[in-house]
């Protein structure tokens, strides 16, 4: 069966923000404490030391290891959470998290960036910020799936969900059709996709493994 693995860890596990640094200055020491970080998972799944040196970038710049073809991988991190996502069957995975304390313009980013499907079922579930978060991170983790990024128009992908499901999938012409799963934790919204198609044996869901660290 195809596994896709999830290693989750507060940002403060490790990185504590320096003192006496501007912030153009905080950013960057914390962008490479997450790129170490992000390295050292990496490094424990394949026995091996890893090192940034070690990655090259696709044409749309999506970071892969040229000496392991075979394994694939995509992270994310919000102010406070980091999540690693990683298979050795499943090519084209993204995941996306966020944390649910997040100050966000709730309606006008839904507004601007939601499918009118979606924004039908924000109106329906009264503005519910968890169902915000579903949404956004579903259609980042898509995105970052296709290796594409933002290039698709957040509102023309349309992600299906819905407040009451956990995973689903969606399809654009620009990127094909990707499963995906949403697992909300305590302080979090997390979303792992990956590329899959209907066929006619149905919907096959990945052994979904999550360790939080």
């Not at 200055?25 to 050292?40: G, L």
């Not at 050795?88 to 100050?103: F, Q, T, W, Y």
């Amino acid at each position: 069966m195809a596994k896709i693995q999830l290693e989750y860890s507060a940002v403060t596990d490790f990185f504590v923000e320096p003192h006496g640094l501007s912030r153009q200055e905080v950013i960057a020491v914390r962008k490479q404490a997450i790129y170490q970080y992000r390295n050292q998972l990496l490094g424990q799944r394949l026995n091996r030391s890893v090192e940034n040196s070690d990655f090259s970038k696709s044409a749309f710049g999506k970071p892969f290891l040229p000496d392991f073809p075979s394994f694939h991988f995509n992270h994310s991190h919000s102010q406070q959470h980091y999540v690693l996502a990683s298979s050795e069957k499943i090519a084209s995975i993204g995941v996306d998290i966020e944390d649910l304390n997040r100050k966000v313009r709730f309606d006008a980013m839904a507004q601007h960036s939601f499918h009118p499907e979606e924004l039908l079922h924000w109106e329906g579930c009264e503005h519910d910020p968890d169902f915000w978060f579903k949404v956004w991170t579903t259609k980042e983790a898509v995105l970052k799936a296709s290796g594409l990024g933002i290039r698709v128009n957040l509102n023309e992908l349309n992600t299906q969900c819905h407040p009451e499901q956990n995973g689903g999938m969606c399809s654009h012409p620009a990127i094909g059709t990707f499963a995906y799963q949403n697992i909300q934790l305590p302080h979090v919204m997390l979303t792992v996709a990956w590329q899959s198609e209907q066929s006619c044996r149905g919907f096959h869901l990945p052994k979904i493994e999550l360790n939080v660290l």
